[in-house]
């Protein structure tokens, strides 16, 4: 732990101990009630919803880690020619304008598009503790599984390591070397792994692709070798340019695309390609209660009518305008963008961002606030929903929508995770803020014990903090 003054002295001994007990009573309780968020958007049907419950009060800032620049996105703030992108609306390949994180125990771990790396930071004061380098942007997080991270990049691989100290373990690629090109200032191979990865059932899935003229990869790897021949692994060519994080349940993988409608395949074969819907864009996410597999709900096509979230399976249902969703029980909480202000040529500028809350079992809308600024993440954290906005993150309450907690931020929040008591915000600048409480949070070592010395040495500096006569308060970043 990173402190100014951590040095231990015996003045504060005896209520040293006793706050010493209690914080440790308190600290178990609430690991024991924490969670991990182990890949993009906390599991492979990308919800973004975890039961965790997270005590506002306590979320303060605690550390900003801050990237050398921005992250390099694949299509860059001035895409080429887009249908559904003009007046400043965002592309429908906006997919990796942050730093997104994973989060397991005391680790958070995330990849860059600016350093061409997988980094590994201390979750507690947010030390970086090391760095795995590769030939291309990694654009999503890496997903964790059994000590292992798996995560692709534009290398044209999916790369396993170790998550303790990043060390190699495999690195596979359905094209192996293969030519390179210039893309937005970065060199990338004619198939870089933009999908991320979904690691299910000890198998790794993920596609590989850039453009329509050339074939695209969907892969089945095995997690411990990183082999793609045996049962239910494949490498399979497939007709999509898959740009955005690959999803899978039980039985299905399903790919977006970006410019065009989603498409499902299946999970053993990673074949019977099947387009779905009838948007287009890289937000999507699967539920666990529709027909059979659930629903797919991605950001549809952007046009002066602005977004809709469209539901694919046996029924087809709609969010008009909608943009991010996160599902609840019972109840969908759903960004909508719409525009107020008419324009030349019909189009519409002067956005406005609402957040609504649907009832799922009619479609009815329960409530709906305007947001302050906006959005562009939102994510559920048992009975709070975290919104991404403009120089702010907040916490809405699920009752009626109002605002319990903002926080100020530097740029755009893209990206939330909520993982062992903390939350964290990824923008796009560079930076990742971690909120949480210093004081109630200690390193633990991998049974789940406390580290005495550490607590010790941490209280020592509590009790300073508190005490009118000193003034040794620590920084935790």
């Not at 182990?38 to 997270?54: C, F, K, M, Q, V």
């Not at 005490?467 to 935790?476: I, K, N, R, S, V």
Request: aromatic share 12%; charged share 15%.
């Amino acid at each position: 732990m990173n402190y100014q003054n951590n040095k231990y002295t015996g003045k504060h001994t005896a209520g040293l101990v006793a706050v010493s007990i209690f914080l440790a009573v308190l600290i178990s309780v609430q690991s024991a009630c924490a969670a991990d968020w182990p890949t993009y958007r906390l599991d492979n049907a990308r919800s973004g919803a975890t039961p965790e419950a997270l005590v506002l009060s306590e979320l303060n800032q605690a550390w900003v880690y801050s990237a050398p620049s921005p992250p390099k996105r694949a299509w860059g703030d001035d895409p080429p020619w887009d249908a559904w992108s003009y007046n400043g609306a965002v592309p429908m390949r906006d997919f990796d304008a942050a730093l997104f994180v994973t989060v397991v125990g005391e680790e958070v771990f995330f990849g860059s598009s600016v350093t061409n790396s997988v980094h590994c930071l201390n979750a507690i004061n947010g030390l970086q503790k090391w760095f795995y380098r590769v030939d291309g942007a990694v654009r999503f997080p890496p997903s964790y599984a059994n000590g292992k991270l798996y995560f692709g990049s534009d290398d044209g691989y999916v790369h396993c390591i170790n998550a303790a100290d990043g060390s190699f373990v495999w690195k596979y690629s359905p094209m192996g070397e293969s030519r390179v090109l210039f893309n937005n200032g970065n060199f990338t191979t004619m198939w870089p792994v933009r999908t991320g990865t979904a690691v299910m059932d000890e198998k790794v899935y993920f596609a590989a692709g850039l453009v329509p003229w050339e074939s695209s990869y969907l892969c089945s790897v095995d997690a411990l070798t990183g082999s793609a021949s045996g049962t239910g692994l494949y490498k399979n060519t497939v007709s999509s340019t898959p740009t955005g994080a690959i999803l899978a349940s039980a039985t299905k993988l399903y790919l977006t695309e970006g410019r065009f409608k989603p498409i499902c395949y299946d999970r053993t074969s990673g074949g019977g390609a099947v387009t779905i819907g009838v948007g287009a864009g890289v937000f999507a996410l699967l539920t666990s209660d529709g027909p059979s597999e659930g629903y797919v709900f991605g950001t549809g096509r952007f046009s002066a009518h602005g977004y809709r979230l469209e539901s694919y399976g046996d029924r087809i249902a709609s969010q008009a305008d909608g943009k991010y969703m996160v599902v609840g029980e019972g109840f969908s909480y759903v960004i909508t963008e719409s525009f107020n202000v008419e324009t030349v040529k019909g189009y519409k500028t002067n956005m406005v961002h609402n957040l609504k809350a649907i009832d799922r079992s009619d479609g009815s809308e329960l409530w709906s606030v305007v947001c302050n600024t906006r959005c562009f993440d939102i994510v559920l954290a048992d009975d709070t929903i975290f919104v991404g906005g403009v120089s702010e993150v907040a916490a809405h309450s699920t009752v009626d929508g109002s605002v319990l907690w903002p926080k100020p931020v530097n740029g755009q929040v893209r990206g939330l995770a909520v993982a062992n008591s903390s939350l964290f915000a990824s923008t796009d600048t560079g930076k990742i803020y971690m909120f949480g409480s210093p004081f109630l949070q200690s390193d633990f070592n991998k049974s789940g014990m406390v580290d005495l010395v550490d607590l010790m040495t941490l209280m020592n500096n509590f009790l300073d903090c508190t005490d009118p006569l000193t003034a040794g308060c620590y920084e935790a970043n």
